[in-house]
């Protein structure tokens, strides 16, 4: 792709790389980005960030009761809530992505599903290049059904959801979640360095055996932030290259 191609794709929906900043800092960007979306100001973005300190978000609906505070406190880490749904990620080594635009947006618009599928195809394109192959967890034959046992668990990383992002074992390397206001979204997203570690932060959550996965394991080298992101963002400038 030229450079020509590349400026005219991140003119019409911007990719954000920011430093790492706190939790609540982090969300306030995003928020936003999806208010001057929904305001019609902006067609949207692609930001790629990391946390520090390392912080637990949770979900938009989740109890505040899952949160070992004690645990938290001890050992440093944010507690900060997200304005999209799903549960409980720790944002310490991973790369988190946050991708707002309109729900008719031709490239990662449609129902909530369907834009999900999309987004998640741009990041399994980035860690591609990586030479991380990944595969979306089917659709389950009950959505509903499906929708509230993710609900019964405090970790993101305890479960997939539909289109989530797997390695070839079945183990979750993405965790994704989405909020939408006045035609725009917001979907949120970590992609895992070392394996998930919330659990050592939430009440009552078992250590996962099989939940989750790392790039680092998988690619059996030490794969740096910068590393990551910079793949994450060759993923995404392809997807937008490429409007369906």
Known sequence: MSDAVGAAIERRLD????????????????????????????????????F?????SLGRMQPM???????????????????????????DQEVTYSVVCRSTDP??????????????????GGLEVLGVHTMPRSLPADLRRDAREGASVADCFARPA????????????????????????????????????????????????LGGVGVRELLGRDVSREELIDALAAGFRLALAMPS
């Open 15 to 50: 990719l954000i790389i920011d430093s790492p900043a706190p939790g609540v800092e982090n969300m306030r960007r995003d928020l936003e980005l999806l208010d001057a979306c929904a305001r019609g100001e902006i067609p949207g973005a692609v930001r790629l960030y990391g």
């Open 52 to 56: 520090e300190p390392a912080c637990l």
């Open 65 to 91: 009761d899952d949160v070992d505070l004690a645990a938290c406190a001890r050992d440093g880490v944010d507690v900060v809530r997200r304005p999209s749904g799903g549960r409980a990620v720790l944002h």
């Open 107 to 124: 490239v990662f618009g449609g129902r909530v599903l369907e834009s999900c599928a999309r987004i998640h195809g741009a990041v399994a």
């Open 162 to 209: 539909a289109h989530e992002l797997l390695d070839e074992q079945g183990r979750k390397l993405v965790g994704s979640a989405q909020a939408r206001r006045a035609g725009a979204l917001l979907q949120h997203g970590s992609v895992l360095l070392e394996p998930p570690r919330a659990a050592a932060y939430l009440r009552g959550a078992p250590v996962l055996t």
